[in-house]
């Protein structure tokens, strides 16, 4: 027959445990031309009719891979459509996937090596691990399920775990569910944590905090109680391998985003849903040779600004945060002043008055001395820069203009 080009799209082919009749299946779905015969291929069988395309355009089925034997082990499944008049699509090839496993219980317990159990595809070996560590696997029975029980204590407090199934040698999508496990309460160092973030993420009013503890690759939020003291962390991030890590409401939507530099020096924005979780990484522009980054409304308008010491050049630039849209937030860079001499600068509201002031560091080279210096804003930054004695000083990212006297001496 005549092959001719047709939308054929196939947007799915997963490997799935259908729980009606207990059994594995291929569930399938797509689109196409309304009207179209659809059929699929198994290496080494011949080609088989699944259904036809709905006057929608979208069509979606499930079929037995028991009868097809070794096929049954395949990773890829062939499709075609039959138009009107008996012509042929082009053939289009899908990649055959592994449902993610499901994490039925529990979501607290009592011990710390409780029984955790879920569903899964017969056949499938599921592993579950807290952070990098795995703690257990365990393989999917006939009837869909499976359940572990730790050999070790599991970490006290509120985790994240993590179970994936490989069947056939593919890999599933990994699930994700937290658990709170009794115990004592985890004290952390201040010098066990880095990339430490203060905002409130959660949306009820009260500072949280976001870090990478030493012992973890993830990113790890502490929820604020209100009251000086945090509940036990939860994992927000997996893997953070990223570096000057701030947080603010840089697009005026009234909820704390996050933005950070990878490896590579580029600046991605992952923007906050209000609940303590976040949406997809978002990339920015480049960041090389950017430092003490730090986050702040300086000028008072309600909306983050991002100041970062540009060590090409010595000067402190700001970018201001603007509201709405979904593309990069911040404005064009706007040169605050030359910038020398000073490290570990931070922005923070010290007096409630809704601006952001800068504390940095500073050492005298004649007496080898330290001191914290202090620098107030007054809102509005100004557009020509000036000597660091006159103007906005942060060594990491500032926002808004530090205007008045010198840097004033904290601590004598």
């Not at 996050?258 to 990484?281: I, S």
Request: charged share 25%; net charge negative.
């Amino acid at each position: 027959m005549k092959s001719v080009a047709a939308d054929l799209v196939v947007t799915k082919a997963e490997l799935q445990f259908r729980e009606y009749d207990r059994t594995r299946v291929w569930a399938m779905e797509g689109e196409g031309t309304p009207g179209a015969q659809i059929q699929f291929k198994v290496p080494g069988f011949i080609w088989h009719d699944l259904l036809k395309v709905s006057t929608d355009g979208t069509w979606h089925t499930s079929t037995y891979i028991s009868k097809y034997g070794q096929g049954a082990t395949t990773k890829e499944l062939t499709f075609r459509q039959m138009l009107e008049g008996g012509t042929w699509s082009a053939v289009k090839t899908a990649e055959v996937t592994v449902a993610a496993p499901v994490i039925s219980a529990p979501d607290t317990s009592d011990t710390p090596r409780p029984e955790i159990s879920g569903r899964g595809v017969p056949g499938a070996e599921v592993t579950l691990r807290i952070g990098d560590t795995d703690f257990g696997s365990a393989t999917v029975d006939d009837h869909g399920n499976w359940s572990v029980v730790p050999d070790e204590d599991l970490p006290a407090g509120t985790s994240t775990l993590t179970a994936v199934e490989v069947l056939f040698g593919m890999t599933s999508p990994a699930t994700r569910k937290p658990i709170t496990l009794p115990g004592a309460e985890r004290r952390v160092s201040a010098r066990d944590l880095s990339e430490v973030v203060l905002a409130d993420v959660t949306g009820d009013g009260k500072g949280d905090i976001l870090a990478k503890p030493e012992d973890s690759a993830g990113l790890y939020l502490f929820q604020g109680r209100g009251d000086g003291t945090f509940e036990h962390g939860t994992e927000v991030f997996d893997g953070w391998v990223y570096a000057q890590t701030v947080a603010g409401d840089f697009d005026g939507d009234g909820t704390a985003d996050l933005v950070a530099t990878d490896g590579d020096g580029t600046l991605h924005l992952w923007r906050g849903k209000g609940d303590g979780t976040f949406g997809e990484r978002q990339k920015l522009t480049g960041w090389t040779g950017k430092e003490q980054t730090t986050a702040g409304d300086i000028d008072g308008d309600g909306i983050t600004d991002l100041v970062a010491l540009d060590t090409k050049d010595h000067r402190l630039k700001l970018w201001k945060g603007t509201k709405g849209g979904s593309g990069n937030p911040f404005a064009r860079p706007q040169v605050l002043t030359r910038w020398e001499g000073f490290r570990q600068s931070s922005l923070g509201d010290l007096d409630g008055k809704g601006l952001a002031h800068l504390v940095a560091a500073t050492t005298d080279p004649r007496t080898g001395k330290t001191s914290l210096r202090l620098r107030k804003s007054k809102g509005a930054p100004r557009q020509t820069a000036r000597s660091p004695q006159k103007r906005l000083l942060l060594p990491q990212t500032v926002h808004g203009s530090l205007t008045g006297p010198a840097l004033r001496r904290l601590g004598g």
